[in-house]
């Protein structure tokens, strides 16, 4: 006799276990119950037809009724909900479009999923501008309203899957997006410092970006939206993305028993605590593959799975629901975000050991045209099982997060993933894979090779006065300037200079992203000193420390007029010099390197137009050119590439060019004070006020002996070799500064003191600070700093930090510039 088998609810579950078991049983009587429109669509494609990129509405629309009837012989009904189950009877209650029927079951399937989470708030009721993403009737709501009312600002609140998709749709429609999130990051299955790659990657994308934020109403019909903190959000657009809530009302009144959420507790084979109940999908708890807790993961994959598997099941083939990993992948606009496993904090939650590694390899050769960086995390136990892995980059970033999710589920150990064949031509991957990389890392630390330290330790190793030792090129340091008080000795030169070096205290290497940072912690380690290398090195660690309230694009108001945009800088003309720079595929510092070397050839008010795939490059390439005397003329993230245009230098104005005289209208002055002299240094300050007082823009730059005059007293910097001689011989800051003539051993500035008491004048720390305060910029000269060791934190606080196209980009706007 055959059985009938009845499942309420569709899409991914409910459709799977139906056409499984007709598969497995010709003779089973199978009925479907749907309480939307649809038996089966591509809710995960949902926030991508909001945003265009699916056409086609019907595209979504995975199986009709009319299929699963046909090519299936099951009995849909749609339009129809369960409102009470009888399990003693065996009987359900259905309202459906004709009125209430019963029916009976000899096996039922619970794939009733979760609805989203709508907070009970205040003024909620009287927006009608505020919607949901679960269903096609959802975002056919919202594209109406898009359409019907010319939406062009929207407020996405939550940082999900659902609410990132959302965020980058409504921007491929054009409209300005606020995302407001409650936590301190978005993508919670990613950790810190991966998330804050994703917080840079939207403000890029002129996402206004609100982190620890929480909503709290609404006023006039929706069109503000208000938050714990900051001012209401002017929004014609709401998305509501906070999360979902297990469907498991109807199981409740049943007697089926669920947890404190609300999912429904089954065992291994989707049985509930009453017989011939089953259940699947978004409403149950599942085991976690990693910790072994219950939790919710409403993921479209394990849906699927557990479909197939309790077909099986109720068709007298053993399967047990297999532990779920979680695995899951995001497109934030040309980034995808993609993890495996437990994070950092839910093996902290559960008490679980580990260890991290990061890397930021390339996803194919960095020869081969289209590669691009890659920023690859992962966490194992000491025993080296894989825990999970997290990885964020423009391409083939999935296939190394599908490699370790198998890795994992086979339970190899960490330093296996250096024995994993990966299929390789240059298009497709390196010879050495970044999922091999990894676990040549992990071998390396498992046998004490290499210890490590990780990026949320240097601050307060920083703050301890440890030693810091970076190893990168001085061109990086443009660009990405040194921890403060590191000590700079580039790789090549090491073996060189290592009596510069402490031989008592640990030594912190760092490099741009770890591996040179390893190649010289191996050096050191092997001549007797304590090296740890700075785990995914300054990139992992500069990652971690963006603040996204400090990046917030500026939103125009009114949005009834056009935005302005940026004014675009003057072409230069045809007969100008102009260079393609392709540096895509290299890895930082390579692009920086590349426009450097490019651009040393060429003259002044020349143009180099370079592509970069490192998202990095955005801001390497404007701290650079300020460092340099270069102007950055355009700087655009497009698609998955940076392309920024510099032009060299300044262009002498053709008048000068041919020799003839130009009449300047310039003000101010500028001063480079050479000398370290009291006297000189007195009177550099008193020219500078003076100039300052009659509004001028005024500048010192200090370089050489003149750096003694902004040395702050009493600081005391570990330091050896000539550093430490000039230490010893130079002054220890203004107060100690000689006279250039009388000085007799410090009694002609002792003098020179008095008589500056005597007439009401300004000691010479005095006039420094009066200085400041006048608005005098200062600047220190990087390049004398480092030749003399001198460090940041021996200087005075205000002063600014710059080379000699620092002052002669100043000079070249002042009236006025002396040598003292």
């Known amino acids: 006799m055959s059985k009938r088998v009845v499942i309420i609810g569709g899409v991914a579950g409910g459709a799977s276990v139906a056409t499984r078991l007709r598969r497995l049983d010709e003779s ?149 997006v606020t995302l407001v999130e409650a936590a301190s990051q978005v993508m919670p299955n990613f950790d810190t410092e991966m998330a804050q790659e994703l917080h840079e990657h939207l403000q890029l994308n002129e996402v206004r970006l609100l982190l620890n934020t929480k909503l709290t109403g609404f006023s006039d019909h929706g069109q503000q939206v208000l938050v714990d903190h900051g001012d209401p959000i002017a929004s014609d657009l709401v998305i509501l993305a906070i999360g979902v809530k297990p469907n498991s009302q109807l199981a ?12 429904i507790n089954v065992t291994e084979h989707f049985e509930t605590n009453l017989a011939h109940i089953y259940a699947l999908g978004d409403v149950i708890n599942v085991t976690d593959a990693i910790t072994g807790q219950k939790r919710a993961i409403p993921l479209a994959g394990p849906a699927n799975r557990q479909g197939r598997y309790l077909a099986d099941q109720l068709s007298g083939i053993s399967r047990e629901n297999p532990a779920v990993l979680g695995t899951s992948v995001a497109k934030i606009f040309a980034l995808t975000a993609a993890s495996t496993g437990a994070n950092e904090r839910s093996l902290k939650a559960a008490g679980i050991d580990y ?53 994992i589920r086979f339970n190899a150990k960490v330093n296996e993933l250096a024995d994993v064949e990966v299929a390789y031509a ?63 000795i580039p790789r090549n030169q090491i073996r060189d200079r290592l009596g510069e070096l402490p031989g008592d205290k640990p030594i912190y290497v760092y490099c741009a992203v770890g591996l040179r940072g390893y190649n010289v912690s191996r050096i050191l380690t092997q001549n007797g000193l304590d090296a740890y290398n700075l785990d995914g090195g300054l990139k992992t660690y500069r990652t971690s420390q963006y603040d996204p309230s400090d990046q917030q694009p500026i939103l125009v108001e009114e949005v009834t007029e056009p935005i302005a945009e940026t004014p675009t800088p003057t072409a230069p003309s045809a007969n100008t010099p102009h260079v393609d720079l392709d540096a895509c595929g290299l890895q930082c510092p390579g692009p920086i390197v590349k426009v450097k070397n490019q651009m040393a050839d060429m003259p002044a008010g020349s143009t180099v137009t370079v592509t970069a795939s490192d998202f990095g490059f955005h801001k390497d390439i404007v701290a650079w050119a300020q460092a340099t005397g270069n102007q950055v003329m355009t700087n655009e993230i497009q ?26 209208t310039k003000e101010g002055t500028t001063i480079v004070v050479f000398d370290g002299d009291f006297d000189k240094a007195i ?46 011989a130079l002054p220890k800051g203004a107060k100690k500064l000689p006279l250039s003539k009388m000085n007799v051993f410090g009694a002609g500035r002792a003098m020179m003191k008095q008589l500056m008491h005597s007439n009401n004048v300004d000691q010479l720390e005095t006039m420094l600070q009066k200085a400041q305060d006048a608005g005098v910029k200062m600047v220190a000269c990087t390049m004398s700093m480092g030749l003399m060791g001198i460090e940041e934190e021996e200087l005075i606080d205000g002063v600014e930090f710059g080379g000699v196209a620092t002052y002669l980009g100043d000079a070249r706007q002042r009236g006025t510039n002396l040598f003292i």
């Open 28 to 176: 089973a009587e199978i009925v479907i119950y749907e309480a939307g429109p649809y038996i089966s669509f591509a809710n995960c494609g949902l926030p991508y037809y909001v945003g265009g990129k699916i056409s086609e509405r019907d595209n979504l629309l995975v199986e009709s009724v009319d299929d699963m009837q046909q090519d299936f012989n099951i009995d849909v009904h749609v339009n129809s909900t369960v409102t009470a189950i009888d399990a003693d009877q065996q009987q359900l209650t259905i309202q459906g479009p004709t009125g209430s029927i019963t029916d009976h079951y000899d096996e039922l399937v619970l794939s009733i999923g979760a609805t989203p989470v709508v907070p009970k708030l205040p003024g909620l009721s009287d927006a009608n501008n505020v919607f949901t993403v679960r269903t096609v009737p959802d975002v056919d709501q919202i594209t109406a309203y898009i359409d019907d009312h010319h939406a062009k600002r929207a407020t996405v609140v939550g940082g999900g899957f659902i609410g990132i998709e959302m965020v980058e749709n409504l921007r491929r429609r054009g409209l300005d």
């Open 252 to 263: 409740k009144k049943a007697g089926i028993e669920t947890d404190q959420r609300g999912f």
């Open 355 to 407: 260890q991290a590694l990061h890397l930021h390899p390339q996803s194919s050769a960095s020869y081969y045209p289209g590669a691009a960086p890659l920023s690859l995390k992962v966490l194992y136990a000491p025993d080296g099982r894989i825990l999970g892995a997290q990885a964020i980059g423009t391409d083939k970033v999935t296939k190394r997060i599908d490699i370790i999710a198998t890795a």
């Open 426 to 488: 240059p298009p497709y991957a390196s010879a050495k894979d970044p999922v091999n990389f990894a676990g040549y890392i992990a071998d390396d630390l498992q046998h004490g090779l290499v210890k490590t330290i990780q990026w949320h330790q240097v601050d307060d190793l920083l703050a301890s006065g440890a030693t810091f030792l970076d190893v990168r090129n001085p061109d990086e340091l443009l660009a990405n300037p040194k921890l403060p008080g590191a000590i700079n």
């Open 639 to 664: 698609g998955n590439q940076v392309v920024a245009t510099l032009q060299k230098g300044a262009a002498a104005p053709a008048a000068q060019a041919a020799g003839n005289t130009i009449t300047t």
């Open 683 to 728: 009177a550099s300050l008193i020219i500078a006020q003076g100039a300052a007082a009659m509004g001028q823009p005024v500048t010192m730059f200090f370089t050489f002996w003149g750096l003694s005059v902004i040395k702050k007293p009493g600081v005391k910097v570990h330091k050896t070799g000539l550093a430490k001689a000039f230490d010893i």
